[in-house]
C-alpha cells in the first residue's frame, strides 16, 4: 500500500524520536530503576553471603535504624552526613556566592579567573582526594609546611588522624574541589540582574552590604535553590572524598564516618567488618535513597515558594 507523503514525514518523525528516546530509556532502566528496584527488594531478605535466605519482611530496616548493633553506626554518620551539609552550604555555596560578586564586579584578569576557579570541578574526585590527602600530611605535607615557615608550629598538627580537626579537612576538600560551580552559577544569576537596579541602588548610598543582602540575593534565589537541593543531594551521598582521604572505616575513631562509608562496609565488607551482609546493606540504601527524595522535594517546593515571595 503507497504511503502519503504526509504518513512518510510522520513516520519519519515517529522513528526519530523513537531513536533519541529509546536508547536512554533502555539505559535507565537497566542501569538506575532495575539497581534501586533490586536494592528495595533485597532489603526485605536475610542474606547469608551471596545466598539469599528467608524472607524477613521490615526487620533489616528495624536493625538499620535500632538495632544494638548497627543503628549506633548509622546515626553517627547521618550526623556526620548533616555536618557536612552545613558546612558545605557555608564554605561552599557561601564562598561561591561572594566569588561569584567579585566576579561579576569584573576585577583585572577577571576572565582568566572565571576559568581558573572552575579548574578543580573537572578534576576528578579521587585525585582531588589524594592531593589534599598530601596536602595535610603531617610530616610533609604543604600545609603544616606553611605554618611552620610563618613561626605557627603550635598550629601544625596530624589534620586527618585528629577527630577534632579530620571532618573539617574533608569539608574543606570537597570545598575546595566544587566552589567553582556555586560560583558560576550565582554568576550567571547576577549577570541577569538588570544593570539599573544596581546603579539605582549605588545613587540611593546603599552601602555594598546592604546591596548584596537586600537586592542581589534575593535575585540570585533560583540559583541558590538550585544549589541547595543539588548540594543535599550529594552531602547525603557523600563517598568519594571520605574513602579516599580516610577509607572505609571513617577514621580516626569514626569520627568521619558518612552514610556512603556505612552502606559500603555493611553491603560489601572491608577489614573492619567481613562479613557481608546485602539485606542491611540493602536496607540501609533504600532509607537514604527514599529520605533523599522526600526532603529533596520538600526542600525543592519551600524554596521555589521562597522566590515567589522575594
Known amino acids: 500500500m503507497p504511503v502519503s507523503p504526509k504518513q512518510a514525514r510522520t513516520l519519519k518523525h515517529c522513528s526519530w524520536v523513537a531513536f533519541l528516546v529509546v536508547p536512554p530509556v533502555v ?87 572565571r576559568i581558573a576557579v572552575f579548574v578543580p570541578v573537572v578534576l576528578s574526585t579521587i585525585i582531588v582526594g589524594f592531593l589534599w590527602k598530601l596536602f595535610l600530611n603531617p610530616n610533609f605535607g604543604i600545609v603544616n609546611q606553611a605554618l611552620y615557615t610563618v613561626g605557627l608550629d603550635s598550629w601544625a598538627k596530624p589534620w586527618l588522624g585528629d577527630s577534632s580537626t579530620a571532618l573539617g579537612a574533608l569539608v574543606l576538600a570537597n570545598a575546595w574541589h566544587f566552589v567553582g560551580f556555586p560560583t558560576l552559577v550565582y554568576l550567571a544569576g547576577m549577570q541577569r540582574i538588570p544593570s539599573e537596579i544596581i546603579e539605582a541602588a549605588r545613587l540611593d548610598g546603599t552601602t555594598e552590604w546592604q546591596l548584596l543582602r537586600n537586592i542581589v540575593w534575593p535575585l540570585v534565589a533560583p ?22 582521604m580516610v577509607g572505609l572505616d571513617g577514621s580516626p575513631f569514626g569520627s568521619t564516618d558518612v552514610l556512603g562509608l556505612v552502606f559500603y562496609r555493611t553491603a560489601f565488607g572491608n577489614q573492619s567488618a567481613s562479613i557481608q551482609n546485602f539485606g542491611l546493606g540493602s536496607a540501609l540504601a533504600t532509607l537514604i535513597f527514599l529520605f533523599i527524595v522526600v526532603f529533596a522535594s520538600m526542600l525543592t517546593l519551600w524554596l521555589r515558594r521562597r522566590e515567589i515571595q522575594f
Not at 52 to 61: H, I, Q, W
Not at 63 to 71: I, S
Open 27 to 113: 539505559f535507565m532502566s537497566l542501569f538506575v530503576v532495575y539497581p534501586i528496584l533490586s536494592a528495595f527488594a533485597y532489603a526485605f531478605y536475610e542474606w547469608r553471603g551471596l545466598a539469599r535466605g528467608d524472607f524477613v519482611g521490615l526487620a533489616n530496616f528495624k536493625e538499620v535504624l535500632f538495632g544494638a548493633t548497627m543503628a549506633p553506626t548509622v546515626w553517627n554518620a547521618f550526623l556526620h552526613n548533616v555536618y557536612a551539609l552545613v558546612a558545605l552550604m557555608i564554605v561552599q555555596n557561601g564562598g561561591g556566592f561572594f566569588l561569584a560578586w567579585l566576579l561579576y564586579k569584573e576585577p583585572f584578569g577577571f576572565r582568566f579567573h
Open 223 to 244: 540559583s541558590t535553590t538550585i544549589l541547595f537541593t543539588l548540594l543535599f543531594i550529594g552531602a547525603f551521598n557523600w563517598f568519594e572524598i571520605p574513602y579516599v
